[in-house]
């Protein structure tokens, strides 16, 4: 408990501080604003002369009105702890799931569309990571391509691929679907060919002596020494499936998802609902990785090895 939760609570409890401060310099504009507006006594009182200070000199020379209205505009630069918290719970708990108001509904449409192409990316990773160490051209061949692949940055290629697929007729879940095994298919290859090479020379030494096949070698060896590797980059592909995911929908013209939601929010100014879809798309992705976490614990301690 110790060791665990209260380390991750303290800094929770540091970030909040450090994000509740930041409101007062990124709001202190509009905050100063709403001030003068007010009739209350600001400094300088001139618009114009207002206009070229940065927030924190705004704060520091208005730290009552910077502070008073930091915390209560509609439209914030940034906003506050309890404005995020208070859209996430209206967002989810007072409107029904299947309405274009819920963040439930969103992260329906954005789940979907990750799981499917985590599974095409994790599928994908794990058959070339079998290739590439039984194979040794394999190795020469497509582990530097799909190095490169990761270079290409993902909000340049999506659209691409999206308009491409749009062209022959593939629409709907499948070309986010795609983006999303884009980016999670490379941690898999990568932590599963390190997995497959974990057993080592004593081990398959010991199997050759048996008489083992390479078929018998990869089931009985290295398949289960590759388990702890499996998982870690299971973690992170979902993660990036995620991610891939949330970036196709934003040129795809989606009309539900995250990120459909963090555009309309973008194109409306509203930071609220903005920072309200990161979160939910952060505990989304928590949860998901929790999940193969809890999957792996189990499935280790089954096997007899420590998580």
Same mark, same amino acid.
């Given at each position: 408990?110790?060791?665990?939760?209260?380390?991750?609570?303290?800094?929770?409890?540091?970030?909040?501080?450090?994000?509740?401060?930041?409101?007062?310099?990124?709001?202190?504009?509009?905050?100063?604003?709403?001030?003068?507006?007010?009739?209350? &006594? !600001? @400094? *300088?009182?001139? =618009?114009?002369?207002?206009?070229?200070?940065?927030?924190?000199? +705004?704060?520091?020379?208005?730290? /009552?009105?910077?502070?008073?209205?930091?915390?209560?505009?509609?439209?914030?630069?940034?906003?506050?702890?309890?404005?995020?918290?208070?859209?996430?719970?209206?967002?989810?708990? &007072? !409107? @029904? *799931?299947?309405? =274009?108001?819920?963040?439930?509904?969103?992260?329906?449409?954005? +789940?979907?569309?990750?799981?499917? /192409?985590?599974?095409?990316?994790?599928?994908?990773?794990?058959?070339?990571?079998?290739?590439?160490?039984?194979?040794?051209?394999?190795?020469?061949?497509?582990?530097?391509?799909?190095? !490169? @692949?990761?270079?290409?940055?993902?909000?340049?290629?999506?659209?691409?691929?999206?308009?491409?697929?749009?062209?022959?007729?593939?629409?709907?879940?499948?070309?986010?679907?795609?983006?999303?095994?884009?980016?999670?298919?490379?941690?898999?290859?990568?932590?599963?060919?390190?997995?497959?090479?974990?057993?080592?020379?004593?081990?398959?030494?010991?199997?050759?002596?048996?008489?083992?096949?390479?078929?018998?070698?990869?089931?009985?060896?290295?398949?289960?020494?590759?388990?702890?590797?499996?998982?870690?980059?299971?973690?992170?592909?979902?993660?990036?499936?995620?991610?891939?995911?949330?970036?196709?929908?934003?040129?795809?013209?989606?009309?539900?998802?995250?990120?459909?939601?963090?555009?309309?929010?973008?194109?409306?100014?509203?930071?609220?609902?903005?920072?309200?879809?990161?979160?939910?798309?952060?505990?989304?992705?928590?949860?998901?990785?929790?999940?193969?976490?809890?999957?792996?614990?189990?499935?280790?301690?089954?096997?007899?090895?420590?998580?």
């Amino acid at each position: 408990m110790r060791q665990t939760t209260l380390p991750v609570l303290g800094v929770l409890a540091a970030l909040l501080l450090i994000w509740t401060l930041a409101c007062i310099p990124m709001n202190a504009a509009q905050s100063v604003l709403d001030a003068s507006r007010a009739g209350e &006594t !600001v @400094s *300088p009182e001139a =618009a114009s002369e207002r206009r070229g200070m940065s927030g924190l000199a +705004l704060a520091l020379r208005n730290p /009552g009105p910077a502070t008073a209205h930091a915390y209560s505009q509609d439209r914030p630069r940034l906003p506050a702890p309890h404005q995020v918290a208070g859209a996430l719970w209206q967002s989810t708990a &007072t !409107v @029904s *799931p299947t309405s =274009a108001q819920s963040l439930i509904h969103h992260g329906w449409v954005t +789940l979907s569309a990750t799981l499917l /192409g985590f599974a095409i990316g994790a599928g994908l990773g794990i058959a070339l990571a079998v290739g590439i160490v039984h194979f040794r051209v394999m190795e020469m061949s497509v582990m530097p391509w799909a190095i !490169v @692949s990761q270079t290409v940055p993902i909000i340049a290629i999506a659209p691409m691929i999206v308009v491409v697929l749009y062209a022959i007729g593939i629409e709907g879940i499948l070309p986010k679907a795609v983006i999303a095994a884009y980016l999670s298919f490379f941690p898999v290859v990568v932590g599963m060919s390190k997995g497959f090479r974990s057993p080592d020379a004593m081990q398959l030494d010991l199997l050759r002596t048996y008489g083992a096949s390479r078929p018998q070698t990869f089931w009985k060896l290295r398949l289960p020494a590759s388990a702890p590797y499996l998982f870690a980059s299971l973690k992170i592909a979902v993660a990036a499936a995620l991610i891939g995911t949330i970036v196709a929908e934003l040129p795809s013209g989606a009309q539900a998802g995250f990120g459909a939601r963090l555009l309309a929010g973008s194109y409306y100014g509203q930071t609220v609902q903005i920072w309200a879809a990161l979160f939910a798309a952060a505990i989304l992705a928590a949860g998901l990785v929790g999940l193969i976490g809890g999957l792996e614990r189990r499935a280790l301690a089954r096997m007899g090895m420590r998580p």
